[in-house]
């Protein structure tokens, strides 16, 4: 027997629909739930899956996380949180804050994912961000497949001196001597490898994909000269419970406190 099918609420007017198969498609316009919603239900079995879009005007994250957030304590299905959030006039940011202060639960803020890009970031620093997130999300630029790090320079050594010795200018100099044989060896054994290898396999120099196996093969035995110090760059992805937007008073880093609250009054 056929499941009867979840309805909306007549006050939340849907902004589209669309019926392929056994699948329907609708949406909720912005000026309803705030963030536009796109929802996709199984007709067969009643199911229903939603996403929202982001919106220029709304801090969208904090928005996404509050409402997920309330998926603990509502009912309601997801249009109907993102409505009341209007009607009621919720700031989803003060939520927020009351929600790691009042009741030490900071687990709302891995709701809200954030994605930064760093530029000229030494490759040491690109390990250790992704290892501090605690979602372990990111992409570095690869010295497999980029040949530009044949031209990386050393993040200068200044920045990890004391202050009396970071001023002295024969230091970096020495220093960065490190990073110009580091590209030069890598550029000495990257053309050499590059005709060995192309011999050795017999390479179609014609071939662009073959081409780009063997660049790739031969940037995997010449980044063995790179240095943990020289620049590089990622695409960090983390949470609001990492990113340093947590209260001062729950961040994790600060105190075990609350983070221990939160987790005896997980609901």
Not at 39 to 65: F, M, P, S, Y
Not at 81 to 86: K, P, R, V
């Amino acid at each position: 027997m056929k499941q009867p099918q979840l309805t909306e609420k007549v006050d939340i007017p849907i902004e589209q629909e669309l019926i392929i198969g056994s699948y329907r498609w609708f949406t909720y316009a912005p000026e309803v739930t705030g963030l536009r919603l796109i929802c996709l239900e199984d007709l067969d079995t009643g199911t229903i899956v939603t996403t929202t879009v982001a919106h220029h005007k709304l801090r969208t994250a904090a928005h996404r996380a509050w409402a997920g957030a309330r998926q603990s304590r509502s009912p309601g299905m997801p249009w109907e949180i993102l409505c009341q959030m209007g009607e009621k006039g919720i700031d989803p940011d003060q939520k927020l804050e009351e929600t790691f202060r009042g009741y030490g639960h900071a687990s709302v803020g891995d709701m809200a994912r954030l994605s930064v890009d760093i530029a000229k970031l030494p490759m040491h620093l690109c390990l250790s961000l992704f290892h501090e997130g605690s979602i372990h999300s990111g992409q570095e630029k690869s010295t497999r497949y980029q040949t530009t790090f044949g031209k990386a320079l050393l993040h200068p050594v200044k920045h990890y001196l004391p202050t009396h010795l970071s001023k002295e200018e024969p230091l970096e100099v020495d220093y960065q001597s490190f990073g110009t044989l580091s590209r030069e060896l890598f550029a000495k054994h990257k053309a050499l490898l590059q005709e060995a290898f192309g011999q050795y396999f017999q390479v179609d120099s014609a071939d662009r994909r073959k081409n780009s196996i063997l660049t790739s093969r031969v940037l995997d035995c010449v980044r063995s000269f790179l240095l943990f110090g020289q620049w590089s760059g990622m695409s960090f992805e983390t949470s609001a419970r990492d990113s340093g937007l947590l209260p001062q008073s729950c961040h994790p880093d600060r105190t075990t406190a609350c983070a221990e609250q939160g987790r005896r009054r997980v609901s």
